[in-house]
């Protein structure tokens, strides 16, 4: 459901730049006939396409992680798009909220270094067994070749 979730976001993302242009053109032409209003409305475009381009950034982050972080900001990047984008961006928006939602609700948690086998990561004597588990089998990968060695190095008594 994360990539699903990152994918809805993409996609969103896109259709909310094209609604910021939008928003912007007609800002535009309403500065151009001297329309009250008209300095608004290309700000909400200006906020509609940041927020539309983190929307694309985030959600391409939630495809390819497994942190629940990118989706929570992508909802948070949702909402504040939807507030400060416009109306016309805040369709597309509510589209980027539902992605970031999938992304945080189908992220499953990634293992602890030190989780045991019961899920109880409090037994000590568990924990230090397991490292020294580790410590053991990296010395026998590790250790060193015995080379037999004479008084005159590597070569041996002549």
């Given amino acids: 459901m994360q990539k699903a979730g990152g994918i809805i976001a993409l996609v969103a993302g896109i259709f909310g730049i094209l609604a910021a242009i939008v928003t912007l053109s007609v800002g535009g032409v309403g500065s151009a006939f001297n329309a009250e209003g008209a300095g608004t409305v290309v700000g909400l475009g200006w906020g509609g396409m940041i927020f539309?381009?983190?929307?694309?950034?985030?959600?391409?982050?939630?495809?390819?992680?497994?942190?629940?972080?990118?989706?929570?900001?992508?909802?948070?990047?949702?909402?504040?798009?939807?507030?400060?984008?416009?109306?016309?961006?805040?369709?597309?928006?509510?589209?980027?909220?539902?992605?970031?939602?999938?992304?945080?609700?189908?992220?499953?948690?990634?293992?602890?270094?030190?989780?045991?086998?019961?899920?109880?990561?409090?037994?000590?004597?568990?924990?230090?067994?397991?490292?020294?588990q580790k410590e053991r089998a990296h010395e026998a990968v590790s250790a060193p070749v015995s080379r037999p060695q004479g008084p005159f190095g590597k070569r041996g008594a002549a």
């Fill in 52 to 132: 539309s381009f983190l929307t694309i950034i985030l959600g391409a982050i939630c495809i390819g992680t497994t942190s629940r972080v990118p989706g929570l900001f992508l909802v948070g990047c949702a909402l504040a798009g939807a507030v400060l984008g416009g109306t016309f961006v805040a369709v597309f928006m509510v589209l980027a909220l539902v992605g970031g939602i999938l992304a945080m609700i189908g992220t499953k948690p990634a293992p602890k270094a030190f989780d045991t086998p019961s899920g109880d990561a409090t037994n000590v004597d568990e924990i230090i067994a397991r490292h020294l």
